[in-house]
């Protein structure tokens, strides 16, 4: 007896829908209402006109079959006004927001009422009728309990007529068709609730992932939020924004007190979590080795922190790109593991140009397994007022509605009329130059800018 009830019980859920979900498929009855509309307005004009121009002035004699077609106007403009109306009510009971879907199934049915009391063609009413079905459980989603008991009243009364002038045979097919309607109407209804409970445990994934994002996103802000202090020699600014919450891109400064000894900027392939735990990972590594190895030719630390990182990040696949600095006086030492080449400012010449954009000191990149490391250093001065424009490669390869990149020569000339401004106003001004070729697209990768300029 339990295993019985159990199995009731289990089936009768299977016909069950949650509040919400009958929400989300009102939504879709909605918009289905409004292709309905368009039909039953379309054929009731189509029809009524033919009716008109067929019969001519003989139309008093029709007026059946020309009220019959002019009531599908009227049923799609009801329709659609009390569908109009439901949607404004949100706070109305479920039953109430569907009652357009509700009396769109009801008065086209009534038809196929009139169609048996106005025409002598026994298969007329049939066909209306069958065609009623059909409509309503391909195009809307209605609960079984209302449809059934809505055809089964339709379909006696029908049966009854055409019982009444003999016809037993139509009369048994309309209750064969309902029969097997009802049987369609509770398949579908059944496979609604899956489809709808599948798509509530997937957004509840997706917010869940979204949430993580979020919570990742603020930790990894937290990693690198720090206060910067009054430098003595340097002046620093600097952007970054993800593509989408979490990023790939990292930029850190390394200080004794107000002295800038050196900085790097550091781009990690791929986007999303993966990639931005990466930034994450090194980070501490970058910060250890830099300051415990202050003795050592710059190339070597990047050695040391490419070891470091392979062994570290274990299977991880990601890999990174970047530029590591290291301030002696007005010597600036450089090493470019794979990255976009630095823009250099000459205050006393005004010239802005690609530093190293031949590739004459660039190095493999950083945390790479299946490449043999090689790194080479290289160094220029810093005079008061020259600046060194450190990016990640998602400056020059943001593009505009028409895919265009915006290119190394775009963002030069950029950097150029930007470094006449003030210095606070500098990256603001490169951040419009992008925001007025992008046309304000979205972002296809992390962005990050960082300007040091040499007081």
């Given at each position: 007896?339990?295993?019985?009830?159990?199995?009731?019980?289990?089936?009768?859920?299977?016909?069950?829908?949650?509040?919400?979900?009958?929400?989300?498929?009102?939504?879709?009855?909605?918009?289905?209402?409004?292709?309905?509309?368009?039909?039953?307005?379309?054929?009731?004009?189509?029809?009524?006109?033919?009716?008109?121009?067929?019969?001519?002035?003989?139309?008093?004699?029709h007026l059946i079959e020309f009220f019959y077609y002019f009531a599908y106007i009227l049923t799609s403009i009801h329709v659609l006004f009390v569908a109009i109306h439901s949607k404004r009510h949100p706070e109305w009971p479920v039953w109430r927001r569907n009652q357009a879907t509700y009396i769109a199934i009801f008065e086209v049915l009534i038809l196929s009422i009139i169609v048996l009391y106005s025409s002598n063609n026994p298969l007329s009413p049939y066909t209306v009728y069958t065609n009623v079905c059909i409509i309503t459980i391909v195009m809307l989603s209605v609960e079984p309990i209302f449809f059934i008991t809505l055809l089964f009243i339709f379909s006696f009364v029908i049966m009854h007529r055409?019982?009444?002038?003999?016809?037993?045979?139509?009369?048994?097919?309309?209750?064969?068709?309902?029969?097997?309607?009802?049987?369609?109407?509770?398949?579908?209804?059944?496979?609604?609730?899956?489809?709808?409970?599948?798509?509530?445990?997937?957004?509840?994934?997706?917010?869940?992932?979204?949430?993580?994002?979020?919570?990742?996103?603020?930790v990894q802000e937290s990693f690198s939020k720090r206060k910067m202090p009054e430098l003595k020699s340097y002046d620093i600014a600097y952007y970054s924004k993800a593509m989408a919450g979490v990023s790939g891109d990292m930029y850190d400064f390394y200080t004794d007190d107000d002295i800038l000894e050196g900085a790097g900027i550091f781009d990690v392939s791929g986007h999303g979590i993966a990639s931005g735990?990466?930034?994450?990972?090194?980070?501490?590594?970058?910060?250890?080795?830099?300051?415990?190895?202050?003795?050592?030719?710059?190339?070597?630390?990047?050695?040391?922190?490419?070891?470091?990182?392979?062994?570290?990040?274990?299977?991880?696949?990601?890999?990174?790109?970047?530029i590591l600095l290291r301030m002696k006086k007005?010597?600036?030492?450089?090493?470019?593991?794979?990255?976009?080449?630095?823009?250099?400012?000459?205050?006393?010449?005004?010239?802005?140009?690609?530093?190293?954009?031949?590739?004459?000191?660039?190095?493999?990149?950083?945390?790479?397994?299946?490449?043999?490391?090689?790194?080479?250093?290289?160094?220029?001065?810093?005079?008061?007022?020259d600046e060194i424009i450190l990016f990640t490669d998602g400056i020059k390869e943001a593009m505009n509605m028409r895919?265009?990149?915006?290119?190394?020569?775009?963002?030069?000339?950029?950097?150029?009329?930007?470094?006449?401004?003030?210095?606070?106003?500098?990256i603001p001004s490169v951040l419009a130059d992008i925001g007025h070729f992008t046309e304000n697209t979205e972002q296809s990768d992390d962005i990050t800018i960082v300007i040091i300029r040499k007081k």
């Open positions: 007896m339990k295993a019985l009830k159990h199995k009731f019980r289990a089936f009768y859920n299977n016909f069950i829908m949650d509040k919400d979900l009958k929400s989300g498929l009102i939504s879709k009855n909605l918009h289905k209402l409004a292709q309905l509309e368009q039909i039953l307005f379309t054929f009731g004009l189509i029809m009524t006109v033919v009716t008109i121009i067929r019969y001519g002035s003989d139309l008093k004699n055409l019982w009444e002038h003999g016809e037993i045979f139509v009369a048994l097919n309309i209750l064969l068709t309902t029969i097997v309607m009802s049987a369609l109407s509770l398949f579908k209804w059944n496979s609604l609730i899956k489809e709808f409970r599948l798509e509530k445990i997937r957004d509840n994934h997706l917010e869940s992932i979204e949430k993580e994002i979020e919570l990742a996103a603020f735990l990466v930034t994450m990972l090194v980070r501490n590594i970058f910060q250890q080795e830099f300051h415990q190895n202050e003795s050592s030719p710059l190339y070597e630390v990047m050695e040391i922190i490419d070891k470091r990182v392979r062994i570290e990040k274990r299977n991880i696949e990601n890999y990174l790109t970047g007005n010597t600036i030492e450089i090493v470019n593991a794979g990255h976009p080449c630095p823009i250099l400012y000459r205050k006393e010449t005004g010239e802005c140009s690609y530093f190293d954009e031949k590739r004459k000191y660039s190095s493999t990149v950083i945390g790479l397994t299946s490449i043999e490391p090689f790194f080479q250093e290289t160094s220029f001065e810093m005079k008061s007022g895919h265009d990149e915006y290119g190394s020569s775009r963002f030069l000339t950029s950097v150029q009329n930007a470094v006449k401004k003030d210095f606070e106003s500098q």
